[in-house]
């Protein structure tokens, strides 16, 4: 028999034949939970049992997609019991309970609806537009997960920092409460992720300083992870006595003890604001998802115990025996339940689908928001802020002062902006790119974070959720790939998986890229951007220098402030001091600080330096830098060239591109990241098919990782062998 039927008639033979038995000897007076409140619990948990049925039932037809089951996990409706409308909570895909019971304490919803919509994939699913069956709701705040395998743990980390933040620096229109409390939950095979993992760390490293951190992480721990099992007592030992995270242990398969677990959790987070682990026991009663058939790799009798856990025949019998419910209303209840389910399906299946690739990629770029207008920083307010650097700021300077004095004046104009990162706060950073910021704004503002991208990137994230606007920074390019899917599968897919319901602004800064010749090899020197151009939403910025990194910082701010939009910001590291192009003494790498509204780059302008018709010479990054000093000694040849800096790498601004080398019938691109997965790929496809007419060629790094010292630049384009390629091509 199919496992949701056979648990389905267990629960219906031993409600009409008197077999039920409680799991404890609490009663409802015990744990303060009122008989209403109780039924109304019970409801939300036969609800979504009934929606598990329903949704096999719907797959096995071919109009129900991706099935991953509630069944056995319905005492988490507890939480939505013991928490506020308004804590927001990141839910594990088995938490349909939860939103089920959340929704009914809220009038006007209807979440059986909007569920069996998004069952159906149809595009008037209110959470994701038909892309996913996903849990979510904006009006719940619950946003959407699409793949709980603890990646969305770092950003409930953040959020729970974030309310705390937002107080100290006075920010007090934020979606979440000064006394709210998060929750993130999970099963206990996410719980070994090093993602998780990482999320406990630091929730526990800042709650151990006294940093407030309201949060209940809620373990769901059925015993199993798809096929491979829990070791007993793994999760009791592992997180009962972990330092600053308060252990709470409860049955979610007993309605009584699963409230009582739940209510002291919240408790404890909403007036400790510290962060809470909720063991709560669970059982899961089917296979893992879809058609897994767990008989392949469980035994019968294993199963038979688990079918004896099912939390429906514990809450009923505790509602009978309270008198709180006969059987009969029981059965009545629930049969009501499966038919008013069944009419709805038979609706939601021939509500309009997404038809067109134009709907489904219509939500990647989230929606521009209508700000009330900002009051500008006053004169005054900038002298002050600038104060001991006055002698300075009128002089030429090299790329990283220009990017420290234009962050200062970004959380000068903008209130709820923060800076985060490793080292960023009075050290000012590795290269000194935020000097003076933690001194001008404070630790509130200016955040020093543990050694953990995952949490850096996490902290961004929800920090955004509550409406304040993070601009992160990475301290090298190769060490994001510890945490790539913190931008990857959290923050740019929140908007698509919410149809822009939710959104995660933020500016992430990167010192990265190549040229670095006495530092770090390959871990400091990291030469590909692959993992953020194929990212779909995400705006990748790559300044070439000082004048331009200011510039478009401030427009990497504007896009994630008014555009909500994810951006990432490269600095190239080997440019950050670099003063002179051809000639020791020149200075003509450095640039005078521009004030705010002077010289504006917005998103798709290109740079220009430069009108020869020759050759048009398309880079980016260094590739400008040795691309100019190039272009002088190819000029000494009698080839006149242009260098185009293309500055922004995603989306890729081909309509300028394109213009700007039209007047050439020759063009080198010169890239500065490897052959293989680099731009130069996307630009030689790019000429090839829009502008076929015109040779093409490409000087790109070997694939080839950079070591150290005088060999650091031997894989790389330089000047001399950009002229020989160019020369080359023109010649040719």
Request: overall charge negative; aromatic content about 6%; proline content about 5%.
């Amino acid at each position: 028999m199919d496992a949701a039927q056979q648990v389905h008639e267990q629960f219906l033979a031993a409600l009409d034949g008197g077999t039920l038995r409680r799991r404890s000897n609490l009663g409802l007076a015990d744990v303060g939970l009122a008989p209403a409140r109780a039924a109304a619990l019970f409801h939300s948990q036969m609800t979504s049992r009934q929606m598990d049925r329903l949704s096999r039932t719907l797959q096995g037809r071919g109009e129900g997609f991706y099935t991953i089951g509630s069944s056995g996990h319905e005492g988490n409706a507890t939480l939505a019991e013991a928490l506020r409308i308004d804590d927001i909570a990141f839910l594990h895909y088995r938490d349909a309970a939860f939103q089920l019971h959340r929704a009914g304490r809220v009038p006007g919803e209807n979440p059986t609806w909007d569920m069996l919509l998004s069952f159906a994939a149809s595009a008037e699913d209110p959470i994701s537009g038909g892309r996913h069956k996903v849990l979510g709701s904006k009006s719940l705040m619950i946003p959407p997960q699409t793949s709980t395998i603890a990646s969305h743990l770092p950003k409930a980390v953040g959020a729970a920092f974030s309310i705390g933040i937002a107080r100290r620096i006075g920010v007090t229109d934020t979606p979440l409460s000064p006394d709210g409390v998060v929750l993130a939950s999970f099963g206990d095979a996410s719980a070994n992720h090093s993602t998780a993992l990482g999320a406990f760390n630091t929730a526990a490293w800042a709650a151990f300083q006294g940093t407030p951190m309201p949060i209940v992480f809620l373990c769901e721990d059925n015993g199993i992870g798809i096929s491979t099992r829990t070791p007993t007592g793994w999760i009791e030992a592992n997180f009962s006595n972990r330092a600053g995270l308060h252990y709470i242990a409860c049955d979610g398969c007993d309605l009584v003890d699963a409230w009582r677990g739940a209510a002291e959790a919240v408790e404890f987070a909403r007036v400790r604001r510290k962060p809470v682990f909720l063991h709560m026991k669970t059982v899961r009663l089917y296979g893992h998802a879809g058609s897994d058939a767990q008989g392949v790799y469980l035994s019968r009798e294993h199963i038979r115990r688990d079918e004896a856990r099912d939390p429906l025949l514990a809450s009923a019998a505790l509602l009978i025996e309270e008198g709180v419910m006969t059987a009969a209303q029981i059965r009545e209840a629930y049969d009501t339940i499966e038919a008013t389910l069944a009419r709805q399906a038979e609706l939601a299946i021939h509500r309009p689908k997404l038809e067109t690739a134009e709907a489904v990629m219509a939500s990647i770029v989230p929606p521009k928001r209508n700000l009330p207008a900002r009051p500008m920083p006053t004169p005054a307010q900038r002298a002050a802020l600038f104060a001991s650097d006055a002698a300075q700021i009128d002089k030429p300077q090299h790329m990283a002062r220009l990017i420290s004095w234009a962050l200062a004046d970004l959380l000068l104009a903008h209130p709820n902006a923060i800076v985060c990162g490793e080292d960023v706060g009075p050290k000012g950073g590795v290269y000194n790119a935020t000097a003076k910021l933690h001194q001008r704004f404070g630790s509130a503002r200016v955040i020093n974070t543990l050694l953990d991208e995952q949490s850096i990137l996490g902290l961004a994230i929800g920090a955004a959720h509550n409406g304040l606007l993070p601009i992160p920074e990475i301290q090298f390019l190769a060490y994001v790939h510890n945490a790539e899917d913190q931008i990857r599968g959290e923050a740019a897919t929140l908007s698509f998986f919410s149809n822009g319901a939710f959104t995660n602004p933020m500016v992430v800064r990167i010192a990265g890229l190549p040229y670095q010749k006495g530092f770090g090899g390959h871990f400091h020197n990291d030469n590909s951007l692959a993992v953020f151009r194929d990212i779909p939403g995400v705006v990748l910025a790559v300044p070439s220098n000082g004048r331009d990194a200011v510039a478009m910082l401030r427009e990497c701010v504007r896009l994630a402030d008014e555009e909500q939009r994810v951006v990432v910001f490269v600095e190239p590291i080997a440019l950050y001091m670099t003063r002179d192009l051809h000639a020791e003494g020149d200075g003509q790498w450095t640039s005078a600080y521009q004030a705010p509204g002077a010289g504006a780059i917005r998103l798709g302008e290109i740079g220009q330096h430069g009108a020869g018709t020759d050759l048009a010479i398309v880079t980016y990054g260094n590739g400008v830098f040795y691309s100019r000093q190039a272009e002088k000694l190819l000029a000494e040849q009698g080839v006149a060239a242009r260098v185009i800096d293309l500055r922004w790498l995603a989306p890729l601004a081909e309509d300028a591109l394109l213009a700007a080398a039209a007047p050439c019938d020759r063009v080198l691109i010169v890239d500065e990241c490897r052959v293989t997965g680099s731009q130069s790929e996307a630009l030689m496809a790019l000429f090839a098919t829009r502008a076929p007419g015109k040779r093409v060629a490409r000087i790109a790094a070997t694939d080839s990782f950079i070591p150290l010292a005088r060999a650091a630049t031997l894989t790389l384009p330089s000047r001399d062998s950009i002229v020989a390629a160019a020369l080359e091509l023109v010649s040719g």
